[in-house]
Each structure stands twice: as structure tokens, then as C-alpha cells.
């Protein structure tokens, strides 16, 4: 979490931790998850990755540092790097408007995933009985 994050968007904040706080991981899980990072090496396949690809990170990430995500995306051919700057590693929580415009406009530069998405949720919904409230591909 950016400092600035701290007072601009403390609300937001408040949610992530509660939620956090009342769906804990235990640290079985989180030993389990350590020991799976360290045994997964996926670095080879980056460069094989033939599809538009969207590496966003917060400019002051402490858990993926901005150094790894430009290593990806150096790997990934013709993909997309975005920084969220003053953020940290949820910058999706601590700057969501930045965050929503980012990938909003990298979905309208490859609208294929648009569609793969928007169909995704509906069938989602669809299994679910649920409305899916999304626009349905080709009435943007």
C-alpha cells in the first residue's frame, strides 16, 4: 500500500482489510502457496504467449516490485505495461479509477477480449440464474 493510499483512499482500505481480517489465510496456505511460487518457473513460456496481454502493477509494489513486472513484460511480445502510480500491490483498491481506465482502454484496443469476457460472464450468470449486467457483445 502506497502512504498516500493511507489518507485518499482510507474507506476503500478499510473494506480490503476487514475483508482480509475476516477471511484469513492460514499459514499452512500461505507456506503451501510459498512453497508452489518456488517450485513454478514459467518464465520460458512467457515468451511464447501469442494473444494481447496486459501487465499492470502499482509503482510502489513491495511484493512484485516494478523490476519483475517490466521483466514480464519484456518477455511477453508486443504486450502492454502499465504502472498505477502511487500504488502498491493492490492498486486496484488504492487507485481505481487509474486502474479501471487502464484496462478499459486496453480492452478497446483488442476488442476480441472484450467479447471473450463479456461472454464469460454471461455464461457464468447463466449457470448461476443470475442477470449477467453487462453489455452484450457488438451493442457498444
Known amino acids: 500500500i502506497h ?3 493511507l489518507t485518499s483512499c482510507a474507506d476503500t482500505l478499510d473494506v480490503y482489510i476487514a475483508t ?3 477471511f484469513p489465510h492460514s499459514p499452512e496456505e500461505l507456506g503451501n502457496r510459498a512453497k508452489g511460487l518456488a ?3 514459467t518464465y520460458e513460456g512467457l515468451t511464447t504467449l501469442d ?3 496486459l501487465v499492470m502493477t502499482g509503482s510502489h ?3 512484485v516490485p ?4 517490466s521483466v514480464i513484460h ?3 511480445p508486443d504486450s502492454t505495461y502499465i504502472e498505477i502510480e502511487k500504488t502498491g500491490h493492490i ?6 479509477d487509474a486502474s479501471s481506465a487502464a484496462l478499459l482502454e486496453f480492452l478497446a484496443k483488442h476488442p476480441m477480449i472484450e467479447d471473450y469476457l463479456v461472454a464469460t460472464i454471461a455464461a457464468a450468470a447463466h449457470a448461476r440464474n443470475a442477470p449477467a449486467d453487462i453489455t452484450a457483445p457488438g451493442s457498444r
Open 61 to 63: 509494489d513491495q511484493l
Open 3 to 5: 502512504p498516500d493510499s
Open 91 to 96: 492498486f486496484f483498491a488504492e487507485r481505481p
Open 39 to 41: 517450485s513454478l518457473d
Open 66 to 69: 516494478t523490476a519483475n513486472s
Open 51 to 53: 494473444v494481447p496481454t
Open 20 to 22: 482480509r481480517d475476516r
Open 74 to 76: 519484456e518477455a511477453i
